[in-house]
């Protein structure tokens, strides 16, 4: 997993109906593992009672950081041959 950069955070955050600080902090700190990331979106959920909208947005900045950059990909080509 990649780090996802403010810009993209701030996609998520200011979608309608997000509780935005839960948005920007959850995805600047949830780190590589998505293992790790999943869980704990779980936990938080359930924690802070948050709603679809809140859940959804994580989730998307998830699949988001699980996303290779262009920059990526070209290096996957590159060693594919």
């Given amino acids: 997993m990649r780090h996802l950069t403010m810009d993209e955070i701030r996609q998520f ?3 309608p109906g997000v509780i935005k600080i839960a948005v920007e902090n959850f ?3 949830m780190g590589e593992s998505e293992f790790n990331a ?3 979106l779980r ?3 359930r924690l802070y009672l ?3 909208q809140t859940v959804k947005a994580i989730q998307d900045g998830i699949n988001l950081a699980l996303e290779l950059t ?3 990909k ?3 080509a590159q060693r594919r041959g």
């Fill in 74 to 76: 070209v290096e996957e």
């Fill in 38 to 40: 999943q869980g704990n």
């Fill in 13 to 15: 955050a200011e979608r």
């Fill in 70 to 72: 262009d920059e990526q």
């Fill in 50 to 52: 948050w709603k679809a």
């Fill in 27 to 29: 995805l600047m700190s």
């Fill in 43 to 45: 936990l938080d959920t």
